[in-house]
């Protein structure tokens, strides 16, 4: 076993002290004006921040960790890890990264040269199997393929088709240019507060039903240890708890990205849409947009349009 991932806890999750030192270091180098990485080192080490081992930072272990495709949530070919909770940093954060302090792209015999990443319009729940319905991974047929969406193949306790794929190109285009003609039809953009309200309540619910994961664990725990659940009950509680757990955090994570989106001011959206950082365009879909159904592709000539279905979100 290696050692833990600086940035995550072991049961899942971030290391929220940790994950905070990180991303200050990120921004720190990430500036235009970056201060030399030695000086980043010992500011971390002078705040106390100190790696998943409670060492100190040194150099070469804070840019091999922030370098490091876990960093956001990423397998080491580059591609999302599904069903991956809060990542430290964003794809785009360590792009920039890499960009800046990765080894050089030609560099490839070292085999571990971190290449920019993809950074998904619709995961972590934006988008499904039109035949399926689970939520849609990002990834690439093979490492230099064209990132594309697909129905992740079955595995134990996750019945999905593995059926549909679109390329990511074809399919974030093909939104892109519905949620946009959707902000312009007439009282589409009036909702928009009242559907940013139903978005901060549900985030409210979830961050309390977040929170009190430990209670309920603590209670499983409890009916079993006084003889009130046999092992194999307790075990498949506790199991459904965890899933329910990762999978509430993964979708606070995206209502959190959406709640902070500010569109204040933004008169002309297509604009807006073309110029907007990718997070910014996620938190716009997921906003509008219960979920994108990605749909098997038909015969003849292709429509990506006839490809996708949206569900719109309704005021309540
Ligand atoms: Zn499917």
Redesign the pocket.
């Known amino acids: 076993m290696g050692a833990r991932l600086t940035g995550y806890a072991s049961t899942g999750g971030l290391h929220p002290q940790e994950a905070k030192g990180l991303r200050i270091a990120s921004s720190l180098l990430l500036d235009e004006e970056a201060p030399p990485k030695g000086e980043v080192v010992r500011t971390l080490n002078a705040k106390g921040f100190r790696t998943s081992r409670g060492s100190e930072w040194r150099t070469n272990v804070l840019m091999r960790t922030l370098l490091h495709p876990g960093m956001a949530g990423l397998d080491d070919d580059g591609n999302p890890i599904e069903g991956h909770e809060e990542s430290v940093l964003t794809v785009d954060e360590r792009n920039q990264l890499v960009a800046k302090y990765g080894p050089p792209a030609d560099n490839e015999k070292e085999g571990a040269a971190p290449r920019p990443a993809y950074d998904y319009l619709l995961t972590n729940g934006l988008s499904g199997?039109g035949?399926?319905s689970?939520g849609m991974v990002g990834a690439r047929v093979t490492g230099d393929g064209d990132p594309s969406y697909r129905?992740p193949p079955p595995r134990d306790g996750h019945a999905?088709?593995?059926?549909?794929r679109m390329t990511a190109d074809r399919l974030e285009t093909a939104v892109g240019e519905q949620v946009v003609a959707e902000l312009l039809r007439p009282g589409v953009r009036e909702q928009l507060a009242q559907l940013q309200q139903d978005i901060k309540d549900e985030v409210s619910r979830l961050r309390l039903h977040v929170e009190s994961a430990a209670k309920r664990f603590a209670e499983l725990g409890d009916l079993y240890g006084r003889g009130l659940l046999v092992k194999a009950a307790f075990l498949a509680a506790q199991q459904a708890t965890k899933q329910d757990l990762k999978e509430s955090r993964v979708r606070l994570r995206l209502l959190e990205q959406v709640d902070g989106l500010d569109l204040g001011g933004v008169t002309d959206v297509v604009a807006w849409w073309n110029s907007a950082p990718q997070l910014s365009r996620r938190a716009l879909v997921g906003l509008v947009a219960e979920v994108v159904y990605v749909l098997p592709s038909g015969h003849g000539p292709h429509d990506p349009h006839e490809r996708i279905n949206i569900v719109w979100r309704t005021a309540s």
Not at 160 to 164: A, D, K, L, V, Y
Request: charged fraction near 10%; hydrophobic fraction near 20%.
């Open positions: 199997c035949v399926c689970c129905c999905s088709c593995g059926r549909i």
